[in-house]
T-cell receptor, first 113, second 112 residues
């Protein structure tokens, strides 16, 4: 149990375009999901907490207009990187929590050219 | 806010030896402490967790200890195997659906 999927696993886009990443809880309902960013050889950096039916809570320093989060259902949260630039290239991972334990998706490798 | 520190950043052990990774936290309200293992390019996987009402928890070769007074918790891996090689992260949380505060990670290398 507690399986989280993420799509796409890898995306390459041109600078200035927008990219949408989906995070799904497959076998449980998740009122809360989390979005992280991870740079090579570094820890997980929390970007925002996604709450079903309400606005996401962003961490300090994360631009909410650039990283749009929509938690439209109890099993789906999306992260849209708007007007992507090369510095947005990173590994993005979501997690979902059926209880107080978070289970992670497989991550999305974003490369912005 | 919470601050989680993790040591060492890298750890090399011989196969069969034990490995210990230590974390400290600052917020006494934290009451849930999970440990994750992340292999290169893959998702973090929960390997063990402990709640503040327990001092120690064991699962086969893996154990976690918690000292609430000192605000530190440790991961112990016995009889290490090459497949234990990965990056390990500790985290602290106030439980419920509160966010996790992660340590900086420990890269464990088990030499055959």
């Amino acid at each position: 149990g507690a399986v989280v999927s993420q799509h796409p696993s890898r995306v390459i886009c041109k600078s200035g375009t927008s990219v949408k990443i989906e995070c799904r809880s497959l076998d449980f309902q998740a009122t809360t999901m989390f979005w992280y960013r991870q740079f090579p050889k570094q820890s997980l950096m929390l970007m925002a907490t996604s709450n079903e039916g309400s606005k996401a809570t962003y961490e300090q320093g994360v631009e909410k207009d650039k990283f749009l989060i929509n938690h439209a259902s109890l099993t789906l949260s999306t992260l849209t990187v708007t007007s992507a630039h090369p510095e947005d290239s990173s590994f993005y991972i979501c997690s979902a929590a059926p209880t107080d334990t978070q289970y992670f998706g497989p991550g999305t490798r974003l490369t912005v050219l | 806010g919470e601050n989680v520190e993790q040591h060492p950043s890298t750890l090399s052990v011989q196969e069969g030896d034990s490995a210990v990774i230590k974390c400290t936290y600052s917020d006494s309200a934290s009451n849930y402490f999970p440990w994750y293992k992340q292999e290169l390019g893959k998702r973090p996987q929960l390997i063990i967790d402990i709640r503040s009402n327990v001092g120690e928890k064991k699962d086969q070769r893996i154990a976690v200890t918690l000292n609430k007074t000192a605000k530190h918790f440790s991961l112990h891996i016995t009889e290490t195997q090459p497949e234990d090689s990965a990056v390990y992260f500790c985290a602290a949380s106030k439980g419920g659906f509160n966010k996790f505060y992660f340590g900086s990670g420990t890269k464990l290398n088990v030499k055959p």
